[in-house]
């Protein structure tokens, strides 16, 4: 798969689990290249701690239902999903990692909350490929500390 296509069935499923709704928001989802765990990022324990493993795919949205009933503090922090290289599939790294990204991006938004500047500023880490934000009226995801793909729903 190239990495356009990979990118476009991203969005879809990212479209798609935003349209569905979710049980709590906010909901931050990291997705990066080359190691086992996000870069500046921490794991928080949870107990019980959601299932890992599992390969980004259309059922990521019952995964989070899942996961969210077994313990509603998964959405606390981000949902990581990983791959070693670029012609690996996603991941399911953990759930429930604290970003501790010092990075200032140049294009954010003043008088956003926490949420949104730790997805930007966790954007420009390096190995991080997208930070996706979602809220109860937006999905925003951001690449390179820019938002890339923004929906915006009433």
Known sequence: MNLMTEEMDIEVVLRKVHSQGLP???LLVVFFTGG???PDCVSMLRLPMPNGGFAFGEDFGNR???AMAS???AHDGAVAFGRIGVSDA???AGWSYRIVARQTPHAAEANRGA???SAISLSLS???DRVCLFSRYELEVFSGGKRAVFLKVR
């Open 24 to 26: 709590r928001y906010p």
């Open 36 to 38: 086992e765990e996000p």
């Open 64 to 66: 989070i239902q899942e």
């Open 71 to 73: 313990n509603e503090s």
């Open 90 to 92: 996603y991941k399911c």
């Open 115 to 117: 949420a949104y500047n």
């Open 126 to 128: 390096a190995g991080v």
